[in-house]
C-alpha cells in the first residue's frame, strides 16, 4: 500500500520551542519535500532531498532545516520556532529525480503560540 | 522562477453543469503541468497531468488543454458531482521535480 506518513499530525509549540516534524514513506522513493501551505495560498516549497544527505533549499527555507539520513525517513526540524511558523505543512515524495508525480502526506498542522 | 496563477479563487457550479479553471505560467520552459485535489481537510492527491507535446488530454470527466502560445491552461470537470467538490490546484514544472503550484481554486457543486 503505498502511503506517505507524517507525525504528528497536530502539535502546538510555545515561539523559541524546538520542533520536529517526521515524515515516512513506504515506496522506496528517492526525492522527497516538505512544504507548507497557508490560507489561501498554495503549496511553498521549504526544502526538497534527492536522497540520504542530498538536500537543496526551496523557496522559503529560512528558519527551517532537514534531515535525511534513510531514503524512508524525512524531517523537517525548526529551531526556536516563530508565531509566524503557524501553518500546515506537507510532506511529499517522489519516484526519483525524473518523475514528476508527487505523493503527499496528511499534513501537520502547527501552530506556535 | 516560475509563477503559477489560478484566475479563479472561487468557483460554483450547479451538480451536472461543467466547471473550468483556468491558470497561467511565466515559464516558457515548462512543460509538466499536473493538475491536483484537496478535498476539505485532506491532502493532496494528484488527479491529471498534460505535457507539452500534447494541448488536450482528456481521463473520464476530467479534461486538461494546454494552450503553450498563451502560456495558459485549463481544467473541465464535465458533468459535476457533489464529490467534485475541493481546491483545485494547478502547477506547472520544466524539470528537476521543481513544481510551482497555483494558489488554489475552490470548487463548489451545488446540487
Known amino acids: 500500500d503505498m502511503k506517505v506518513t507524517q507525525m504528528p499530525r497536530y502539535l502546538i509549540k510555545r515561539m523559541g520551542e524546538n520542533v520536529l516534524l517526521e515524515c515516512g514513506q513506504d515506496?522506496?522513493?528517492?526525492?522527497m519535500y516538505w512544504y507548507r501551505q497557508d490560507p489561501g495560498l498554495g503549496l511553498q516549497l521549504i526544502y526538497i532531498?534527492?536522497?540520504?544527505?542530498?538536500?537543496s533549499e526551496g523557496d522559503i527555507p529560512k528558519g527551517y532545516r532537514v534531515s535525511r539520513k534513510k531514503r524512508e525517513h524525512f524531517s523537517l526540524i525548526l529551531d526556536s520556532a516563530k508565531t509566524n511558523q503557524t501553518s500546515v505543512y506537507f510532506c511529499?515524495?517522489?519516484?526519483?529525480?525524473?518523475?514528476?508525480?508527487?505523493?503527499f502526506g496528511p499534513g501537520t498542522r502547527l501552530t506556535v503560540l | 522562477g516560475e509563477k503559477v496563477e489560478q484566475h479563479e479563487s472561487t468557483l460554483s457550479v450547479r451538480e451536472g453543469d461543467s466547471a473550468v479553471i483556468n491558470c497561467t505560467y511565466t515559464?516558457?520552459?515548462?512543460?509538466?503541468f499536473p493538475w491536483y485535489k484537496q478535498e476539505a481537510g485532506k491532502s493532496l492527491h494528484f488527479v491529471i497531468d498534460?505535457?507539452?507535446?500534447?494541448d488536450r488530454k482528456q481521463s473520464q470527466r476530467l479534461i486538461v488543454l494546454l494552450d503553450k502560445k498563451a502560456k495558459r491552461f485549463s481544467l473541465h470537470i464535465t458533468a459535476t458531482q457533489p464529490e467534485d467538490s475541493a481546491i483545485y490546484f494547478c502547477?506547472?514544472?520544466?524539470?528537476?521535480?521543481?513544481?510551482?503550484f497555483g494558489d488554489g481554486t475552490q470548487l463548489v457543486v451545488k446540487p
Open positions: 515506496m522506496s522513493h528517492e526525492t
Open positions: 515559464d516558457t520552459a515548462s512543460s509538466y
Open positions: 502547477a506547472a514544472s520544466r524539470s528537476n521535480n521543481r513544481i510551482f
Open positions: 532531498s534527492y536522497d540520504v544527505d542530498s538536500n
Open positions: 511529499a515524495s517522489s519516484l526519483d529525480w525524473g518523475s514528476y508525480e508527487q505523493y
Open positions: 498534460i505535457r507539452s507535446n500534447v
